[in-house]
């Protein structure tokens, strides 16, 4: 008996960890999401990269050491030319001679040093900055990943509301079709009665074949914006309700330190004014200090691996001092060409701030017609509920017709339709000013 208990509770345990790991609340899809979308997960990479890049402009003012090694096997020796008279002959004559042997090898070692170079120091300053646009691009990445997530999540619950709709009303009709029926084969309505609510019925069931289409594609999507599987299954655990639409208050202005995108332009900016830093730094001297240690020798037999026999050391320090002269004006050319970049990218931070002013006031609009609409169409699904039990109850009492039964329930599917379509508008409008006066920050 232990036994089967243990066993049954073991099951129970495992269907209720599985039911938790497939049940998302909003906040939990959004933080799914940003850990497994492929944008978030390669925008992360992208700041991984930067680190790696600041590296190895790090690498550039350190010591460079590099080891060398060659070996020679001379198919034919050189020749040289000297004077005849060297040995004995005529002056004016030239007699040819060999000078080395068949075989030479070298070992060594180069170091250099960069003492001084404007533009090395303006990138270490850019490093910085670079590593922090990676970081603010991430920024924006999760933030639309997240406003997609809570559109689609939210297209989700509604495609939800709608089937519970749908199925509360394909009950009711399927009842008031059972009674009209009774009351059809027992004479006290005509065989019309009964087949304007058939039609009612047969139309709900249409209808809710097209909405389930809706909440499979709605599933689908939302399983896309999360990079959630799409073979596994998902449940919702939010509710759409009054409360997912509570008032916000209306921001006057765009809060541009919070837009994402006005942190990556403007971190762009710093760097392009960098940038126009560096290629001025390229008219002031830079300096590198070198040196170079290596063994030679060089043999007619194959035998350098003869410890007795003796390699001759070669050895070199200095330094390089390169002072710019003339250079045809090309680095003028690019001075200008990175200050004329830096004014693109200040024309447009101008026009994304002007962008912001009027995304904010369209969302700021769409908010505030949507609200006013939504009270308005909630009004009228309330009254169409009322219409429709009103209707119901004067046919059950004999002073009413079908037709207008027929009528109420019609006129109430598309309150109930105008009622949803309008709540999603305004969540997403809502979602919409977030975004655009900067509220929204992950």
Do not use: C
């Amino acid at each position: 008996m232990k036994k089967i208990l243990s066993l049954w509770l073991l099951f129970s345990l495992t269907g209720y960890s599985q039911a938790q790991e497939n049940t998302f609340s909003l906040q939990q899809a959004i933080d799914y999401a940003l850990k497994n979308h492929t944008s978030v997960l390669n925008a992360q990479l992208d700041e991984d990269i930067a680190r790696k890049k600041v590296n190895e402009i790090v690498g550039l003012g350190t010591p460079q050491i590099e080891g060398t090694a060659d070996f020679n096997y001379f198919l034919d020796i050189p020749v040289s030319f000297v004077p005849g008279e060297f040995f004995g002959g005529e002056p004016g004559t030239y007699a040819p001679v060999q000078f080395g042997q068949k075989y030479s090898a070298s070992a060594g070692v180069n170091i250099s040093q960069l003492l001084f170079d404007g533009s090395y120091l303006v990138g270490l300053q850019a490093t910085k900055t670079y590593q922090d646009l990676s970081r603010k691009q991430t920024k924006q990445t999760k933030t639309e990943t997240a406003v997609n997530v809570s559109k689609a999540y939210y297209g989700a619950l509604v495609s939800n509301a709608r089937m519970e709709i749908i199925d509360a009303n394909l009950n009711r009709v399927e009842k008031m079709l059972g009674e009209i029926k009774v009351l059809n084969q027992n004479g006290f309505v005509e065989k019309l009665d009964v087949d304007r609510m058939e039609l009612t019925y047969n139309n709900l069931l249409v209808e809710k074949e097209k909405v389930k289409r809706y909440q499979t594609i709605s599933y689908a999507l939302l399983k896309f914006q999360m990079s959630y599987p799409s073979t596994q299954p998902i449940e919702l655990s939010d509710k759409l309700e009054a409360a997912t639409i509570q008032e916000v208050s209306i921001p006057e202005s765009v809060n541009l330190a919070n837009r994402p995108e006005y942190q990556v332009m403007d971190v762009t900016k710093r760097l392009q004014e960098l940038d126009v830093k560096r290629y001025k730094m390229t008219f002031v001297p830079s300096l590198v200090a070198f040196g170079a240690f290596s063994f030679n020798n060089s043999r007619n037999e194959f035998d350098f691996l003869d410890t007795d026999l003796r390699w001759f050391p070669t050895s070199i320090i200095g330094a390089k001092l390169s002072v710019p002269l003339w250079d045809g004006m090309q680095k003028s050319a690019r001075v200008s060409q990175a200050k004329l970049n830096l004014k693109k990218v200040e024309n447009s931070i101008t026009l994304m701030k002007n962008g912001f002013e009027l995304e904010m006031e369209s969302a700021k609009t769409n908010y505030l017609n949507n609200t006013a609409s939504l009270a308005i169409v909630k009004k009228n699904r309330e009254l169409a509920l009322e219409i429709a039990r009103v209707s119901k109850v004067k046919y059950d009492n004999g002073i009413g017709s079908s037709l207008e039964v027929v009528d109420a329930e019609s006129s109430l599917r598309e309150a109930d339709a105008n009622y949803l379509n309008t709540l999603y508008e305004t969540i997403i409008a809502r979602i919409d000013l977030d975004k655009a006066s900067g509220n929204l920050n992950y």
